[in-house]
């Protein structure tokens, strides 16, 4: 038997609507309990990345009614992922690979 996925990480192309909004929902109805949106070119809207934009590493978490929650990460920022909750690693840190 496999085990559920735990994560799902996109890394955000021009289709970042795409990333952002159907597959977001597609996660969340499959009840993949983190997702990871990395927008390393700052495609995403103003709305979403500040002003001006900032490439940026949004982490979704499943909350208990089943709806994702967002928490944005830029520059020094150290991401807090629950699937790995002893992560050392800042969106800087991504970049530079």
């Known amino acids: 038997m496999r085990e559920p996925l735990q994560l799902a990480i996109e890394v955000v192309s ?28 700052a495609l995403g809207s103003r709305n979403l990345l500040g002003n001006p934009k900032q490439p940026t590493v949004f982490v979704y978490r499943l909350d208990d009614r089943g709806i994702y929650q967002a928490r944005a990460f830029q520059g020094r920022d150290r991401l807090v992922s629950p699937t790995f909750p002893d992560l050392e690693l800042t969106v800087d840190r991504i970049l530079e690979i």
């Open 14 to 41: 021009t289709n970042w609507e795409d990333d952002d909004i159907d597959k977001l929902d597609e996660y969340q109805r499959s009840g993949i309990p983190e997702y990871w949106i990395v927008d390393y070119m």
